[in-house]
């Protein structure tokens, strides 16, 4: 039986750095309105930070996810494994960071980044799992 690998039309890289950028406007732009009450100098240095961490952080999670859902020898298994192996990792990573940093409320922390990246992950996952179908019909 032949391995039919997960094709999803298109470049990953484009795909990841396009997230990538709408993360750092988004969650940027967030900070700098949580810091705007300590002056316009706090607020765009927390913007800069934030947008920086989102955009590296966020590169990184979605080519994980593709390079996950491109090991699944049919579309379903490419699915399962980028929609369920990339929350896994990020929550293993975010808890052991927080763990290392002896953060006191470690599940208050960071259950809410750990909760919305994994839904962002099966949403994003799913997303690929439609694009590849309808190429492989078209095909």
């Given at each position: ?7 999803v039309?298109?470049?990953s ?5 396009l ?8 969650y ?7 810091n705007w ?17 989102s955009f590296v ?6 080519m994980?996810?593709?390079w ?7 579309l379903?298994?490419?699915?399962l ?5 990339t929350?896994?990792l ?9 763990a290392a ?10 259950l809410?980044p750990i909760l ?5 992950g099966a949403?994003?996952?799913?997303r690929?799992y439609?694009v ?7 095909a």
């Amino acid at each position: 039986m032949s391995r039919q690998v997960p094709r999803v039309p298109g470049r990953s890289s484009a795909r990841a750095a396009l997230v990538a950028v709408a993360a750092a406007a988004l969650y940027g732009s967030w900070a700098a309105v949580a810091n705007w009450p300590a002056g316009p100098r706090h607020a765009a240095r927390a913007s800069l930070v934030q947008a920086l961490l989102s955009f590296v952080s966020t590169l990184c999670i979605v080519m994980i996810l593709e390079w996950l859902f491109g090991l699944g020898r049919t579309l379903r298994q490419g699915f399962l494994l980028a929609a369920v192996g990339t929350p896994a990792l990020v929550c293993a990573a975010t808890l052991s960071a927080h763990a290392a940093a002896r953060t006191p409320n470690l599940l208050a922390t960071s259950l809410p980044p750990i909760l919305i990246g994994s839904a962002f992950g099966a949403s994003y996952a799913y997303r690929l799992y439609l694009v590849a179908r309808r190429a492989q019909r078209e095909a």
